[in-house]
């Protein structure tokens, strides 16, 4: 495995105050609210299209979770065949290669509330209405950060399994198949957190790691401040150099919104930083807040930024989806844990 780094020194403060323009906009809204739903982006024929899956509608109860499909392009959302599963889910990844995509996993929950961590991966070709299941998981894992790299490796990276987080990095090759396990993640496992990769190097903060007091009290769900970078080795795609990185400016985050752009930047919209249960109420019993600062860190020079404020709070999201400079935030939750049909994209010049 390669070795792992803790070089943080040359990362510390690494905070530009840099002004930068912007501009927002809304498009036709989801079919109907819904949050926590993993979304997806690919390339058709006619342009983008993108994928919602799964999440919770606004009634916010265990049987409010969904596995509907919906897809946006040509200026309208289609609903397409249901993720084919009995019960519906929370906190699954999905991500775009090519004209398909990729879904994995995610949990449910039962009427007395016990939770699951659900193993399935979903594939869906552009121009078709069904999704397949393809495979299964190694270590079923839900709230994960997921990454393509390549055009063929699918990452996942830390997560949520059944009684608690795993620093696991399962990888997906799509052409064989193959599941590999790639260096661990080397921070606290966390779920919940959010992150993006560009080129060859992932950047991942916040989400909610477990703390078990000393006194034999009841576990705690913290914000975790950590951030990781992580150099994959472009000769063996399970080998991570990973070294800590500066927290973003302002408080921990969790179910950000974050994806790399093309420019060198990660950038993370949203979230909130009080962890919450899927109803939006904390684990502490304090309705949660969203968060409306969005933030970006330069993979090339190492620093961070804070270029604007959404035009409303979000929080609860599994994505951020980006394509020619706009950046598109699909549903999630807003003040007073409000399920959103919003589809807010923006831009960051």
């Not at 599963?85 to 994995?104: H, Q």
């Not at 495979?135 to 390549?150: G, I, L, T």
């Not at 009290?217 to 150099?231: A, K, N, V, Y």
Request: proline fraction near 6%; charge should be negative.
């Amino acid at each position: 495995m390669a070795k792992r780094l803790r070089i943080a020194v040359c990362l510390c403060l690494a905070l530009a105050a840099v002004p930068v323009q912007s501009a927002q906009e809304e498009l036709p809204s989801l079919p109907e609210p819904t949050s926590n739903n993993a979304v997806a982006m690919i390339e058709t024929d006619n342009g983008a299209r993108i994928y919602s899956f799964q999440g919770l509608l606004s009634g916010k109860r265990w049987s409010d979770i969904h596995a509907r499909t919906w897809a946006y392009d040509a200026g309208q959302w289609s609903e397409l065949d249901p993720v084919p599963v009995r019960e519906g889910r929370l906190a699954g990844a999905a991500i775009g290669i090519d004209d398909v995509v990729w879904l994995f996993g995610g949990y449910t929950v039962a009427e007395d509330g016990a939770e699951v961590s659900t193993p399935e991966v979903f594939r869906l070709n552009s121009g078709d209405r069904k999704m397949e299941h393809v495979s299964d998981m190694p270590v079923p894992v839900d709230d994960m950060a997921v990454f393509a790299y390549q055009g063929r490796y699918i990452y996942l990276v830390s997560g949520w399994h059944d009684l608690g987080n795993v620093n696991l990095v399962q990888v997906l090759d799509t052409r064989t198949m193959a599941w590999s396990q790639a260096t661990p993640y080397p921070g606290a496992p966390v779920f919940g957190h959010a992150g993006g990769l560009y080129g060859g190097t992932l950047l991942l903060c916040g989400g909610v790691r477990i703390e078990y007091p000393e006194d034999g009290s009841p576990r705690r769900f913290l914000p975790s401040r950590e951030c990781w970078l992580g150099e994959i080795d472009s000769s063996d795609f399970r080998r991570i150099a990973w070294q800590s990185a500066a927290h973003h400016p302002g408080p921990a985050r969790y179910r950000a919104a974050a994806v790399a752009d093309d420019s060198g930047h990660v950038v993370f919209a949203g979230g909130t930083d009080n962890p919450y249960n899927f109803d939006g109420i904390g684990y502490n019993g304090i309705p949660s807040a969203p968060l409306a600062n969005i933030v970006r860190f330069n993979i090339k020079s190492l620093r961070w930024d804070q270029p604007l404020e959404l035009s409303e709070p979000s929080m609860d999201h599994r994505a951020l989806l980006f394509r020619d400079g706009w950046f598109y935030l699909v549903g999630g939750m807003l003040r007073g844990q409000r399920v959103s049909d919003r589809v807010l994209r923006f831009r960051l010049d």
